[in-house]
């Protein structure tokens, strides 16, 4: 697997009017999962282990393959999305509010 070139979206902080300083990505992650992530998806020990269910069983019934998934690996994946979204895309910085977010309910889940 090769390395997210980082490069452009470097180049496009420099162009953004509103200025990224360090933390504020996080303070924003955390913002988002403390208050209304809580609010519009509820608890993310429940929703994981709930999606991680519902996948289990699509690759069960499509593929015939029992993966063991549980809700930790929900919140990899999808943070694993997010660095896709940004490896590829331009820069967007939700992609990075985003994945730290995800980071977040991973560690939520361990700590349950």
């Not at 282990?49 to 069983?57: E, I, P």
């Not at 331009?90 to 349950?112: H, L, M, P, S, T």
Request: proline residues 4%; aromatic residues 8%.
């Amino acid at each position: 697997m090769s390395e997210i070139d980082f490069t452009p979206h470097i180049e496009a902080l420099f162009q953004k009017t509103e200025a990224i300083t360090p933390g504020s990505t996080a303070r924003k992650a955390a913002d988002i999962v403390s208050g209304s992530r809580q609010k519009t998806h509820g608890s993310a020990p429940e929703q994981f282990t709930d999606v991680a269910q519902r996948w289990l069983n699509h690759i069960l019934l499509t593929y015939g393959i029992d993966v063991p998934l549980v809700h930790t690996d929900i919140g990899w994946m999808m943070a694993d999305l997010k660095r896709s979204r940004a490896k590829y895309g331009e820069f967007n910085e939700d992609d990075y509010v985003d994945c730290i977010g995800y980071v977040d309910c991973v560690a939520q889940c361990i700590d349950r």
